[in-house]
């Protein structure tokens, strides 16, 4: 009796919007009925949502850095919040990039390049947001201007990553 309820000959392709529903018993004359499903338009939050996303996609690796500097507040957020004590392993790690510069510049001076100031620009930026990360685990996220100059250090690398990535 199972059996009957769905033939096995009707295909239906894929994304179909119409469904035939086959005749039913003792009703030989009558005419198939099918039932039509409307798509639903989607909302104006969801049209915005995704033309906001596709164009975070394009566009990812220009604005890497502005989503890891999001991830880096968060973290550091959450660090606050269970281990504070990471301030006195983050504050000596804020010496590491300066220090890694000079031993480069007296090690291997061929190293450098031909563009120094970049390297120096970005051993800055990194000094400073690893100083930024070790004053927001001991102060807090919160804290007005520790907020202030994550916006304006976001702002920093984000500027210097898309001009270092136009002069290549």
Known sequence: MARRSRPRTVQVPPGATTVRIPTQRGAKGAPPVFVVVSETRPTLSSRIARAVGGWAWRHRAA????????LAYVLTAVVHLIA???V???APAAFV??????????????RIGERPGRLLAAAVLATLATAWTAATVHYGP???PLAWSWVGLTVAVQVFWLVVRRSK
């Open 63 to 70: 604005w890497a850095p502005t989503g890891y500097a999001v």
């Open 84 to 86: 504070p004590w990471m």
């Open 88 to 90: 006195y392993v983050l």
């Open 97 to 110: 990039p300066p220090l890694a510069l000079r031993w480069i510049q007296v090690g291997w001076p061929e």
């Open 142 to 144: 919160l804290t007005v």
